[in-house]
């Protein structure tokens, strides 16, 4: 019930499919759980189709705010801007992965051919009967649902991925590659003087060569960092105000960052 799961199960259903969505983690309107790998979708008109195919465009749209560019900073201390589009006055928008994946699951289960089903998590599948199996968290009970059609949105560890893969006859492949960084988010809420950053600051700020990626959100601050190994993070500001991220290789310093202490 992530977001590819979300919208195709809402589409299939508005194009009067029966269809059961069943997702590993526990519903997450209800539940708090760990976000993951968070930091905002990015949704510019591709996605935006998809959402105005599902007739929910106008609803995420008051969920998003514009993104117009990043703020690079150089290992000099300089700062520019980056454009995201070469034409003035375009953006892409900024968007809660959980707050769009709550909007789309709303739309989901109001729709009479939908069942919703949380907690299990697929363990195997069928790929020529076209069922699946799935083993409950909560009771440890495996059940088997079976469809005319299954559509595999279960993400990077792939249990029908790799299903697929060991059926020689489908000739089927792919490879897979680590990442060599890590990750890490730092949420910074506002403060009763406002939020971290002084406008007119952009939503997005990169520190080059230190891998951080850190947006504003209607006073909120979040930042994602993605160091190499290695490398260690703090975070540091004055009254809530102004903030910035340090990532040290070795004892370095990043431009812009605060001195240690």
Known sequence: AGLCGSIVALRMAQRGYQVQQVEKRPDLRDVTQDAGRSINLSLSDRGLKALRLAGVEEQALE????????MIHDQKGNTFMSNYSGRDGEYI???????????????AEEMPNVELI??????AIDLEKG?????DYNTKQESTFEGDLVLATDGAGSVVRKAMFNKRELLFSFSQQWLTHGYKETP???????????PPAPPVSRLCGFGVVAG??????GGGHMPAPGFAMRVGGAEGRFVWFQMRPLGARAPGALPPT
Request: proline content about 10%; aromatic content about 8%; hydrophobic content about 35%.
């Open 63 to 70: 969920l998003c705010i514009p993104m117009y560019g990043r």
């Open 93 to 107: 928008n900024s968007i809660s992965r959980p707050g769009l994946n709550m909007l789309l699951l709303d739309k």
């Open 118 to 123: 949380f907690n299990k998590g697929c363990t």
């Open 131 to 135: 069922t699946a199996t799935f083993t």
């Open 188 to 198: 910074i809420p506002a403060t009763k003087v406002g939020g971290p950053l002084p």
């Open 216 to 221: 504003a959100h209607g006073g909120d601050f």
